[in-house]
């Protein structure tokens, strides 16, 4: 499948899915962080002519990642008229949230917890306005090694690009005229102070695992393997305690 037939294949699944609703969602409501899969994700949604909202949720945020945040917001609104965005700066509910839970200090959890504010904040407004939250994880992500935060940026009503590689969406991204230097960032989830990127967490790039989980005899298949083990319990479902027939 082409980058433009796979683009016109989920913008139908995001309008069935809607219409097959109870009650049809006027909104999408989408997280944008200035990398490329919240950018072709908004970008799809905005294609489908439905109301888009798009939000940047800043948490003591790196300005150059932030930067490409609003830079996306402003080319989507200049491109559709049926976008609108806004900034919804989280640095003192999270101020908060760390404070109160000072007993609890962890550090791994608060980047997360990063990542929960936000899905929480993206409910909030897709409530407010008769919304769903889509999601932006892709296929190497969210089924492959789970690098996503449970509750956070997995926590979503539809993921649209979740059966698509990374490479996938690069294509894409420059099908869709999404701006060069996010297709050129690297990849980063954006939650921590130092920046660090997916690579520097992973130990692998996007394109080495991609080659790792489709080919068994990759070179890197086993240190995929090894991560995504790590993350399984993201991807599983939630275990049920099953009573025994009495």
Not at 99 to 118: D, Q, T, V
Request: proline content about 2%; aromatic content about 6%.
């Amino acid at each position: 499948m082409q980058a433009s037939e796979r683009i016109n294949y989920i913008k139908k699944w995001i309008l069935d899915y809607c219409k097959s609703m109870p009650k049809e969602a006027e909104t999408l409501v989408v997280g944008i962080s200035g990398g490329i899969d919240s950018s072709v994700t908004s970008t799809i949604c905005a294609l489908t002519g439905k109301k888009t909202i798009v939000l940047s949720m800043p948490i003591n945020q790196i300005k150059e990642q932030q930067n490409l945040s609003l830079k996306h917001e402003n080319w989507l609104k200049n491109k559709f008229k049926n976008v609108e965005s806004h900034l919804v700066n989280l640095d003192n509910v999270f101020k908060s949230f760390k404070s109160s839970l000072s007993k609890f200090n962890n550090e791994h959890g608060l980047a997360n917890s990063r990542a929960r504010l936000r899905m929480t904040t993206l409910y909030q407004v897709a409530a407010s306005n008769n919304g769903i939250v889509v999601g932006t994880g892709n296929k190497v992500e969210d089924f492959g090694v789970g690098f996503y935060t449970k509750y956070g940026d997995g926590g979503v009503d539809i993921s649209p690009i979740a059966d698509c590689t990374k490479s996938q969406v690069w294509e894409m991204g420059n099908n869709l005229g999404i701006l060069k230097e996010i297709i050129e960032a690297q990849p980063t989830d954006g939650l921590w102070d130092d920046g660090r990127t997916d690579v520097n967490q992973l130990g692998m790039s996007y394109q080495e695992l991609e080659e790792a989980m489709i080919d068994p005899s990759n070179k890197n298949h086993k240190k995929y393997l090894e991560i995504r083990k790590r993350n399984l319990h993201k991807m599983n479902s939630i275990p049920v305690c099953k009573m025994k027939d009495e």
